[in-house]
């Protein structure tokens, strides 16, 4: 337990000390709520505004788009943050913690849980935006969802982990950004509608965890219930898997399980990689 | 005295290198053993499959009663380790670095201030605990690692090449604290050096080249082997005194780099009087000393350490 909490406080420790990270970070965020927000935003509006002209009144894509955004932080900053485990190899520190008597697998579990605070915390300056964005959740909903954002930001770092821990170097990490990361967003309806996509790329979707994570964070957020069934379906939100649509605790259960599948992976693989 | 450490027939094979070519030796308790060899001979390899860093493979070793191999979680926490390469949190205070430790070696929570005020006091670094390191020389951040690696009294301090990279007056007051803390603690210390006269501080040396321990004793006893006198010679012509010197002297060991020439006698005082004086070559230059630990690694291997080291700083 002090070995977890050892690796997870110094982790802390740096992040807060980081000023250039800590704001470097808010930067793709802010950038997307930017675009969403102000160009693509009333676009969208106006597309599904005159396709649906006695629903479309006060409908706001900002407000549909932002959990996606967090969501997209969530998975940015916990892959990436794992990943400092490899800065950790190349400058030495790697060696100080391996030589001590803590198990390899108290090292996984801190460093998953480190880096899956702090996407959570990231996650959560985003909400100190809502206010300006001119969108608005239910306190209740934002502080139901926190929990759920931690539970998958550990999926994503353990996802993060295992990578890492085929990597030497952080030379190979663009490339997994740009062949793993970039389509995990793109593909989960984080950002756009997933409706009518070809076939194929619906498997796609289907068989990205990050879509059912997406899916989650939007149905505690937003007032599913009082919405019109149009708008509903224009968004997206009626998920469906083998012709069932799926319910918040089916999903909330999938990813749990996920969650403990690659937490145990990805520490058996650090394990190995570092007996 | 019993053996804390002991190394059968240890091998380490790279793909297409050996590094550590079949070693055996003992450290005994309390004792300063130090590893000394060029570049390359293998030294940090060693250390490092001694510590449980490095997978040997072939041998046994075992540490304080535990394999090396099986009882990996013991051996850690028997052992502390300065590395070659720095492995400090840069980000971080002294203070921080050395609370960390704490944690990972599981040092009781109520002496950890302790401790770390004693640690520190140990390498006069008290009063820099709140700075972050990467604003510290790099003397200081060696004298961290040292105090980091006591925190949690292990049986033996591992210090590969505690002064590498280091001006020499700094060098001088590391090996200060090092022999300090074997006073006061009594801590069995395994060193590696390619410095010379640091490694006469150790009780036992093994010297080490490609791979193969090729001595091992006191330092005393490893220049007594080689017997007598060295006397360096140079003349106007040195090839024409040096033969000379091998028809009129043939008990004297000749040997030359460079310009000058080595005569490994049994008595310096006989063999000046009666022969120098009246050697035929003009003499440029003399000087009269006791071997010293290159003069053993030269003996055994024709080399100097000297010349196979580059200059590190
Ligand atoms: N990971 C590795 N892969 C291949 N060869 C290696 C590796 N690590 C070390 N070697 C080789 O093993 C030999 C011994 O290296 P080692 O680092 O043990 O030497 P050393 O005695 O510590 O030298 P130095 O004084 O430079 O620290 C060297 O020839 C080195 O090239
Ligand atoms: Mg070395």
Redesign the interface.
Known sequence: MEGIFAIWIRDMTRFFRDRARLIGSFSMPILFLLIFGGGMGGTMESLIGSSMPDAGEDFQYLQFVFPGIVSMTLLMTSIFSSLSIIEDKNFGYMKEILVSPISRVSIAVGKVLSASTIATFQGIMLFLLIPFLGINYSLTSLLLVIPFMFLLACALSSFGLLIASFLRSTQGFQLIVQILVMPMIFLSGALFPINNMPGWMDVVVKLNPVTYGVDVMKKIMIDVESLSPMIRDAMGLNLQLFGTTLTVAMEIAFIFTFTVILILFATLSFRRANA | MNNIIEVRELNKTYKDKTAVDSIDFDVKEGEIFGFLGPNGAGKSTTINMI???L?PTSGSITINGFDGNKD???V??S?G?I?Q????????TAK?NLM??C????VPRSKRKERIQEVLMIVDLVDEKENRVETFSGGMKRRLEIA?GLLHYPKVLFLDEPTVGLDPQTRAHIWEYILRLKEKEGITMFLTTHYLDEAEISDRIAIMDHGKIIAMDSPENLKNTLGGDIIELSTQDNEKAMLEIQAKAPEAEVTSKEDIIYLKVASSDAFISEFIKNLEVPLTRLNIRKPTLNDVFLSFTGRNIASTEPDKQ
Request: hydrophobic share 30%; net charge positive; aromatic share 10%.
């Open positions: 510590c449980t860093m997978a990996r979680r013991d850690r926490k052992i380790i590395f390469e720095n492995t400090l949190d840069e980000k971080l921080e960390l430790h944690r990972f070696y599981n980091r």
